[in-house]
T-cell receptor, first 112, second 113 residues
Framework: KAGVTQTPRYLIKTRGQQVTLSCSPISGHRSVSWYQQTPGQGLQFLFEYFSETQRNKGNFPGRFSGRQFSNSRSEMNVSTLELGDSALYLC???????????FGPGTRLLVL | EDKVVQSPLSLVVHEGDTVTLNCSYEVTNFRSLLWYKQEKKAPTFLFMLTSSGIEKKSGRLSSILDKKELFSILNITATQTGDSAVYLCAVGNYGGSQGNLIFGKGTKLSVKP
């Protein structure tokens, strides 16, 4: 069974731009969560989607948004990028919340 | 606010040593405790613990949960260089502004030949 996939794997952007990251969950999984990982803060929860509905949202500014499609694939968007947004963005999927989450390889975003 | 604290933050050992990694938590609506291993990529799932006192084992790795004292340990025996990684502890709850999984900062394990 294929694992969680994320695209792109690496991304370089400049301040002020916006970016869209994509996540395809494990087949059959309907819940997708997004995390931001930085050396100083560790893994921080961004948001969680289940059946196209956002169930939970972390303490991030409104520049961070996401959505989930009917096939459970999810996207997250960051607008008006700041230097501090440079991080590894991880997506995780599970059958239902709150079950064991399985992580994708991540998208490494560098903001210059 | 719910929190998960791991100790030590980093650890250097030699091949063949046994290590114990610690995870303590203060989480309302506790559901489970999970351990993940992260090398230079995505965290990979190791164990999920829900009941106190029942050890879970996988090869040289084992883990146990104490729900009364609110902690878990992850043991690795006969360490190998391939065990070098960051080990993450996460506590599952029923959702909220911190999500369904609340992560500790991790323990960075370095195993020297």
């Amino acid at each position: 069974k294929a694992g969680v996939t994320q695209t792109p794997r690496y991304l370089i952007k400049t301040r002020g731009q916006q970016v869209t990251l994509s996540c395809s969950p494990i087949s059959g999984h309907r819940s997708v969560s997004w995390y931001q990982q930085t050396p100083g803060q560790g893994l921080q929860f961004l948001f969680e989607y289940f059946s196209e509905t956002q169930r939970n949202k972390g303490n991030f500014p409104g520049r961070f948004s996401g959505r989930q499609f009917s096939n459970s694939r999810s996207e997250m968007n960051v607008s008006t990028l700041e230097l501090g947004d440079s991080a590894l963005y991880l997506c995780a999927s599970s059958f239902f919340p709150p079950e064991t989450q399985y992580f994708g390889p991540g998208t490494r975003l560098l903001v210059l | 606010e719910d929190k998960v604290v791991q100790s030590p933050l980093s650890l250097v050992v030699h091949e063949g040593d046994t290590v114990t990694l610690n995870c303590s938590y203060e989480v309302t609506n506790f559901r489970s405790l999970l351990w993940y291993k992260q090398e230079k990529k995505a965290p990979t799932f190791l164990f999920m613990l829900t009941s106190s006192g029942i050890e879970k084992k996988s090869g040289r790795l084992s883990s146990i949960l104490d729900k009364k004292e609110l902690f878990s340990i992850l043991n690795i025996t006969a360490t190998q260089t391939g065990d070098s990684a960051v080990y993450l502890c996460a506590v599952g709850n029923y959702g909220g502004s911190q999500g369904n999984l609340i992560f500790g900062k991790g323990t960075k394990l370095s195993v020297k030949p």
